[in-house]
C-alpha cells in the first residue's frame, strides 16, 4: 500500500480508536494518532502480535495491517509490547497535555506514545521519556530522534521525574504510586498510571504480567489529589516494584470486591481519615 493509502488508513484507525473508548471532540489528539506512522516505532516485518495465549505472526506485511486495536511485541520473551492503541487513546485523552508543558512518560517502549505526547506539547513543550531497558531505551532514542523536543533516558521509572511536570504518564504496572510521581507533580499536575498487584503462576512465581488491575488519573489541586478510575487494565509489571505477599493480596481483594468508580480522591502522606476503597497507612484512595 502506497503513502496516499496509508494516510487514509491512519484518518479511519484515530476515528475508530477514539470512538471505541467513547471519546468525543478530541480533534487534538485525533490528529495525533492519524499523523504518528506505528510502523516506524517497531521492528521491520514480520511483526508479531499478542493473541491473548502467545504471539502470533501477522498475515501481512504491509503496515495497514498495524492500524487496528492489537498489540504488537516489541520484547516477546518479557511479554512487552506496543500497547493497545485504545486504550492509550483513552489515557492521553485524560492526560489532557497542553502545549508548552513538561510531560514525563515512563515505561516508553519504542516511543511510539512519546511521539504523540511530543505532538500534543509542540515545539514549546518538553517530553522526558524514560525506559528502563537498555536495549529499548536505544531503539527509543533512535525512533524519536526526529522528535526535537524529546529526551530519552535509559533509568528506573520509579525515579522519574526528578523535577516538577505539568504531567506524568506511566506505562508499567505498580502496586502503589512511586513518591518521584506525586512529589513531583506540578500544581494543575496531572498522573495517570496502571495500579495493580502483580500475576503469579501456580507455584507463585511472579509473571512479566500485572494481575487485572486500573489505569488511574490523579490530579493535584490546591487541596490535595483528585483522583478517577479510567479502565480496567493488565500491563507489564514495573521492574523494582517490590511490595509484600500481603499487599499485594489486599490490593488484588480490593479489584475483586469492585467500587473503584467511586473512587475521587487520593490521600498522600497524611493519616487516615475514615473508610477508603484502598488503604495503605502513607496512602490510600477513597
Same mark, same amino acid.
Given at each position: 500500500?502506497?503513502? %496516499? ?25 485525533? %490528529? ?65 497535555? %497542553? ?65 516538577? @511536570?505539568? @504531567? ?100 498522600? %502522606? ?17
Amino acid at each position: 500500500m502506497g503513502e %496516499k493509502e496509508l494516510v487514509i488508513c491512519r484518518q479511519a484507525y484515530a476515528t475508530q480508536m477514539l470512538t471505541k473508548m467513547g471519546i468525543v471532540g478530541d480533534e487534538r489528539l485525533r %490528529k495525533v494518532f492519524a499523523t504518528v506512522p506505528r510502523e516506524d516505532f517497531l521492528d521491520p516485518p514480520p511483526w508479531r502480535m499478542a493473541n491473548g495465549f502467545g504471539y502470533q505472526d501477522m498475515p501481512s506485511t504491509d503496515p495497514v495491517i498495524l492500524y487496528q486495536d492489537v498489540l504488537i511485541a516489541l520484547q516477546e520473551g518479557r511479554q512487552v509490547n506496543n500497547g493497545s492503541p485504545s486504550l492509550h487513546a483513552l489515557g492521553l485523552h485524560w492526560l489532557a497535555p %497542553k502545549p508548552g508543558e513538561t510531560v514525563c512518560h515512563i515505561g516508553a517502549g519504542g516511543g511510539y506514545y512519546t511521539a504523540m505526547l511530543s505532538h500534543l506539547v509542540g515545539s514549546d513543550g518538553h517530553v522526558v521519556a524514560i525506559e528502563y531497558d537498555r536495549n529499548l531505551a536505544l531503539r527509543a532514542a533512535a525512533n524519536l530522534a526526529p522528535y526535537g523536543n524529546v529526551e530519552v533516558i535509559c533509568g528506573n521509572g520509579l525515579e522519574w521525574p526528578r523535577s516538577p @511536570a505539568d @504531567a506524568v504518564y506511566v506505562n508499567f504496572a505498580v502496586h502503589r504510586p512511586a513518591e518521584a510521581w506525586i512529589d513531583n507533580l506540578a500544581a494543575g499536575g496531572r498522573l495517570i498510571f496502571p495500579l495493580s498487584a502483580p500475576s503469579r503462576d501456580g507455584n507463585g512465581n511472579l509473571r512479566p504480567l500485572s494481575a487485572r488491575g486500573g489505569f488511574f488519573l490523579i490530579e493535584c489541586i490546591p487541596d490535595g489529589y483528585r483522583a478517577r478510575y479510567l479502565s480496567p487494565t493488565i500491563f507489564v509489571w514495573g521492574h523494582g516494584a517490590t511490595g509484600t505477599l500481603e499487599t499485594y493480596k489486599a490490593l488484588d481483594d480490593t479489584f475483586r470486591h469492585g467500587g473503584m468508580n467511586e473512587v475521587t480522591r487520593l490521600r498522600w %502522606k497524611t493519616p487516615r481519615q475514615g473508610d477508603e476503597w484502598y488503604s495503605e497507612e502513607d496512602w490510600g484512595l477513597f
